[in-house]
């Protein structure tokens, strides 16, 4: 596609609901990001992925998230029993390369605003 | 841990005038180095990236790096109220792909 599409772009949640969050990148490219976003922060690195291989989970916050890309294009990132503090834009990024010093241009999606009640 | 510290703001700017804004970072090993623009409700957009000291200039956009003081900045030249939105300094440390981390973003506001 022409850009970084994500779905659902709002999305509220009951607490302990499951919520699956989704991310078609730009055809094409090797990297894909996901962020969260509070409110008046900047993104925050959740996980990457390389192809289908997640290289980096470390900012998963805990254990109810969950990220996947098996085929190494749509992902989705899982929250499983939401709680208020996951209220947050969850921003999908993609790239097109690997390595380099300014290979890693990041293109954002339009992000999904989550607001668990 | 990595830090990437940004002046919140808001920072008021006159229209035409230079608009300055400071980011600092912990990670000596980073190597490279970016500023996004987000306007409320959207999504961030790249503006520039730069990896070498010195100045970089790109329109009415400069970006300034100081490893050795580990600062960067970005000058916006004849300042336009379409510039105002919240601007975000990311840092990646590695040479490959692994993910950038932001500051917080200063919010600059273009008074016409």
């Known amino acids: 596609g022409a850009g970084v599409s994500q779905s659902p772009r709002y999305k509220v949640a009951k607490r302990g609901q499951d919520v699956a969050l989704r991310c078609d990148p730009i055809?094409?490219?090797?990297?894909l990001f996901w962020y969260q976003q509070a409110l008046g922060q900047g993104p925050e690195f959740l996980t990457y992925?390389?192809?289908?291989?997640?290289?980096?989970k470390s900012g998963l916050p805990s254990d109810r998230f969950f990220a996947e890309r098996p085929e190494g294009s749509v992902s989705t990132l899982k929250i499983q029993r939401t709680q208020q503090e996951d209220s947050a834009v969850y921003l999908c990024?993609?790239?097109?390369?690997?390595?380099?010093?300014?290979?890693?241009?990041?293109?954002f999606g339009a992000g999904s605003r989550l607001t668990v009640l | 841990q990595k830090e990437v510290e940004q002046n919140s703001g808001p920072l008021s700017v006159p229209e035409g005038a230079i608009a300055s804004l400071n980011c600092t970072y912990s990670?000596?090993?980073?190597?490279?180095f970016f500023w996004y623009r987000q306007y409320s409700g959207k999504s961030p957009e790249l503006i520039m990236f730069i990896y070498s000291n010195g100045d970089k200039e790109d329109g009415r956009f400069t970006a300034q790096l100081n490893k050795a003081s580990q600062y960067v900045s970005l000058l916006i030249r004849d300042s336009q109220p379409s510039d105002s939105a919240t601007y975000l300094c990311a840092v990646r440390s590695g040479g490959g792909a692994d993910g950038l981390t932001f500051g917080k973003g200063t919010h600059l506001i273009i008074q016409p």
């Open positions: 990670d000596r090993g980073s190597q490279s």
């Open positions: 055809s094409g490219h090797v990297s």
């Open positions: 992925f390389q192809n289908e291989a997640q290289l980096d």
């Open positions: 990024a993609s790239s097109l390369v690997v390595g380099g010093l300014g290979a890693n241009v990041l293109t």
